[in-house]
């Protein structure tokens, strides 16, 4: 509409005073989306929802928010809050590691979502995480791009063992008592270990 047209042409004579018009085209610049994103520290086995949020300023209803997170491994599950495994618009390349959303044109923000799940028992870290927030002209077909990285930290929890054991019925004084004691590790990733103690023995039993 005209009223919109003048609004965004008062927002880039702004952004050309203030040296924020990243692509500049006829009439006005395409207006570069405002991308916030901050860390994620979780502990081992839970989830993260990553923290970002995107919001363009003044766009019209013939412009599209795409936004992008680059680095995820395929052993990450990747799901929205409140359980959904995807949305409507969302894809997710396993060979790039790259999920994507891409909303119906004149949404002009997202205030997040996702939410990362690490595999079981796993405490490595997921840093470098490129996010990317395009807003794309449907019809001009230019857009505007903001970048920023976060980081998902994954505190190692110690996992409680399996511990295992029978009673034994000896009956001649004396005599030898063969205890079956067992336990393992739920966590098999080498970074726990296993010691077992008897304890509770009786004065005079060898």
């Known amino acids: 509409s005209t009223g919109m047209k003048l609004l965004r042409c008062a927002f880039f004579l702004l952004a050309v005073v203030a040296g924020t018009v990243l692509l500049p085209r006829p009439g006005f610049a395409q207006i570069v989306p405002l991308l916030i994103v901050s860390d994620s520290s979780i502990s081992e086995d839970t989830s993260a929802a990553l923290n970002i949020s995107v919001t363009t300023p003044l766009a019209g209803p013939d412009e599209q928010?795409?936004?992008?997170?680059?680095?995820?491994?395929?052993?990450?599950?990747?799901?929205?809050?409140?359980?959904?495994?995807?949305?409507?618009?969302?894809?997710?390349?396993?060979?790039?590691?790259?999920?994507?959303?891409?909303?119906?044109?004149?949404?002009?923000?997202?205030?997040?979502?996702?939410?990362?799940?690490?595999?079981?028992?796993?405490?490595?870290?997921?840093?470098?995480?490129?996010?990317?927030?395009?807003?794309?002209?449907?019809?001009?077909?230019?857009?505007?791009?903001?970048?920023?990285?976060?980081?998902v930290l994954v505190d190692a929890v110690v996992d409680p063992p399996v511990a295992s054991s029978s009673s034994v019925a000896v009956g001649t004084a004396g005599a030898v008592a063969p205890l079956l004691l067992g336990g393992g590790l739920i966590d098999l990733d080498g970074s726990e270990t296993l010691s077992l103690r008897l304890s509770g023995v009786p004065a005079g039993f060898t």
């Open 65 to 151: 928010l795409t936004v992008s997170i680059a680095g995820i491994p395929d052993t990450w599950t990747i799901t929205a809050a409140g359980g959904t495994v995807t949305w409507v618009y969302d894809t997710y390349g396993a060979g790039t590691g790259t999920w994507s959303i891409t909303f119906p044109p004149g949404q002009a923000t997202y205030a997040g979502g996702i939410v990362l799940t690490p595999p079981l028992h796993s405490d490595l870290d997921l840093t470098g995480l490129v996010v990317t927030a395009t807003n794309t002209d449907i019809v001009l077909g230019t857009s505007a791009t903001a970048t920023d990285t976060i980081d």
